[in-house]
């Protein structure tokens, strides 16, 4: 039996692709039950990562019928609302709903695969493997054993001592209901599918959703643990006080919990040396700030190429996870490096006029 750690994209990835190849698993994850979070805003799934996972996961056709059409359609925009790039979608990176994404995943395992409420509190190396401690003072060993849980993982201290550090961005995701009749002038600017508007440093990243709402990530930079603090909707609107009131707009007539997000990334080529019967997915191998668009992508390619490892070495763990992580650990790295140097090159004056050129330079090569 294996145990993962973690029910994101990731872990639930590993799952079913094992799950397709007849070998049992077992998810731990700390939430109480699948609905007990929202499960945030919109992804792009990639040919080579995302697209790749769930063909691997034989869930490529489902996914294609929850696709947004027009979700990728892309609008960058100046502080001023001036318009520097439109592109019309072309579906190669079609967008899909996080939580639906999650769902499909999710609902193709077989019953009880996921067991919610479990928060793993430790974990140490014993004899016959490791042995997991659950918050209620449960524990449980296992021969092989997959840390899916995310950029805080409880698994990570087991391979490194490398922790996430703070990028000096926060965002604070809002969220407008009902835009189309509610908000036109909104929904115009925010297009049919995302808008970027960036400038002075700062940023609002937007989506249109398939419920007729728009989800935004407004984006500044502040000091560690403003995040941490209660922000208001105002003093977000402060921010942006000199900003379009149509950009502006999207702040101030956000409706609901501003839910705060600091970024925080792991050293660029962050790696391990093998330790037997333990390895990493997604953010607890490779956590980094989302201006690559990669994270959730790579998740899911971990989770896939990880099962088709353990399914080409049946009998040599050891081999499967070494080989999986001689392929994650060069990908992981130029993502992250990508997403390092664009979080710099959009957050600093002109970061929308480099955006649209880097959108253009995509549609040229
Ligand atoms: C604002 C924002 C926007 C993003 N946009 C994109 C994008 O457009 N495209 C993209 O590809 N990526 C994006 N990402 C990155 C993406 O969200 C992550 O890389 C992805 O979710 C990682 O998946 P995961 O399965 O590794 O971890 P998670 O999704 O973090 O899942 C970890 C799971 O582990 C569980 N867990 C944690 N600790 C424990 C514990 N102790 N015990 C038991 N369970 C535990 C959690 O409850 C959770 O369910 C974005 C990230 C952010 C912050």
Known sequence: MITIVGAGLGGLTLARVLDVHGIESVVYDLDSSPTARHQGGMLDMHEESGQMALRSAGLFDEFRRHVLTGGDATRVLDKHAAVLLEEEGNDKRPEIDRGALRDLLLYALPEGAVRWGFRV?????????HELTFA?????????????????????????????????LSFVEIRIPDVAAGHPRLAAACGEGMLFALDDERGILAHREPNDEICAYVAVKQPSGWADGAVTRDELVGLFADWHPDLRGI?????GELITRPIYALPVG???SRVPGVTLVGDAAHLMSPFAGEGANLAMQD??????????????AEAALGAYEAAMFPRARTAAEESASNLVDLFR????????DMFMSFAAG
């Open 251 to 255: 702040i101030a007539e956000s409706e």
């Open 349 to 356: 004056p002109n970061g929308a006029r480099r955006l649209a």
């Open 303 to 316: 989770g896939a190429e990880l099962a088709q490892a353990i399914v080409a070495h049946p009998k040599d």
């Open 121 to 129: 509190t430790g974990v140490r190396p014993v004899d016959s493997g």
């Open 270 to 272: 962050h790696r391990w």
């Open 136 to 168: 209620d003072g449960r524990t449980e060993v296992t021969e092989l054993l997959v840390g899916a849980d995310g950029a805080w993982s409880r698994i990570r201290p087991l391979v490194s001592t490398d922790q996430p550090v703070y990028s000096g």
